[in-house]
């Protein structure tokens, strides 16, 4: 997919359900791969900083998006914790409880 889009140094790269940040990762080392050895400090500092944007709702994904980036060289990470789809930024509230008690799993036993 990085190969077929083929960013590039000028171009911002948004991943909005980004998992585990493989196609920033890989989208880094490709644009670093096409700057080669010419690279100006500038440009690896709009690449480690500046290039790499997205969002991840799962709780337990999210830091291993943020480890990732960070494992391949990307300074700061740009990732939010949050749903895409509805800009929320929590989720145990989500389930939705309807009359007589009835509730969504998996937040049946832990939350009222």
């Known amino acids: 997919m990085v ?21 920033g990762a890989q989208s880094f080392e490709h644009i670093k791969s096409k700057l080669g050895n010419d690279a100006t400090a500038e440009q690896l500092e709009t690449i480690k900083q500046r290039t790499f944007w997205g969002r991840e709702k799962e709780n337990l994904i999210y830091p291993i998006a943020l ?3 960070v494992l ?12 895409t789809l509805t800009g929320r930024e929590t989720y145990y509230d989500s389930a939705i409880f ?15």
């Open 72 to 83: 391949h060289g990307i300074d700061k990470p740009n990732i939010w914790h949050g749903n």
């Open 67 to 69: 480890a990732n980036l």
């Open 98 to 112: 309807a009359q007589g008690g009835m509730r969504s799993w998996p937040m049946e036993s832990s939350r009222r």
């Open 3 to 23: 190969q077929v889009i083929d960013p590039s140094i000028d171009d911002t790269v948004y991943d909005p359900g980004c998992g585990t940040a493989g196609f």
